[in-house]
């Protein structure tokens, strides 16, 4: 009889871990939240640097190039763009090259409760997750979000207004398009990519990022 009891018990705890996240998503509607890779760097004793700024704050020229980078749709579909996987999934020659696909929904569900790295059992549990933040979230509140719990630099910068100030010691607030960019071009590994020291590949494709806000209109009405 003590199997089955600790088999139970062991079912209500993994069924609790999973709902969990969907229990705090409503309350990320006014709370500052925090990702769960600045939490590991906090309990390792490595820096966290992130200064909260509301979105007034932010320069639309970085909600565009942000948008232009990782989600061009992301006023349009409802978390998840399948569309976008669709595509992703016929440019790649097998399972494990597949790359993209991911909007910035997903990428709030995977830095808020989930664990960074490839793996299908991840994605299996963003999916559902990032359609209920989309339900229960605004747009506006998403993205919010999520440009303060990306990172923007190699010490532990988490934020825009952090990532803007490392790179080019200026507010995010008065960020030109091509610094935007610039930022936009480090997502999502900014310790191999550094805005503060560009090199040929990261400015050519802070270029292209900048080229194509400039020539978003949808984007832009997005960002509005």
Not at 17 to 34: E, G, S
Not at 45 to 62: D, E, H, L, W
Not at 77 to 96: K, L, P, T
Not at 104 to 119: D, E, P
């Amino acid at each position: 009889m003590r199997m089955p009891r600790l088999l139970r018990f062991a079912a209500v705890a993994v069924l609790g871990i999973i709902l969990l996240p969907y229990a705090l998503t409503p309350l990320y509607a006014v709370l500052r939240p925090v990702s769960t890779l600045m939490l590991w760097r906090q309990i390792t004793g490595q820096p966290v640097r992130r200064n909260y700024v509301p979105m007034s704050k932010i320069a639309n020229t970085a909600k565009l190039a942000v948008l232009t980078a990782e989600d061009q749709r992301f006023c349009e579909h409802h978390g998840v763009d399948f569309g976008e996987i669709r595509d992703a999934i016929q440019d790649a020659d097998n399972w494990d090259e597949m790359r993209g696909g991911s909007t910035i929904t997903q990428q709030v569900a995977k830095n808020l409760f989930l664990w960074q790295g490839r793996s299908y059992v991840r994605k299996a549990l963003e999916f559902p997750l990032a359609l209920w933040i989309d339900l229960v979230l605004s747009k506006k509140r998403i993205l919010e979000i999520y440009l303060h719990i990306a990172e923007w630099g190699p010490n532990g910068q988490f934020g825009i207004e952090a990532g803007s100030e490392y790179a080019f010691g200026r507010s995010a607030s008065s960020l030109s398009l091509h610094q935007a960019a610039l930022l936009a071009s480090v997502l999502p590994n900014p310790h191999e990519r550094d805005a503060r020291r560009p090199g040929p590949e990261l400015r050519r494709l802070a270029d292209l990022y900048a080229s194509r806000a400039a020539r978003s209109p949808q984007t832009a009405a997005c960002v509005r």
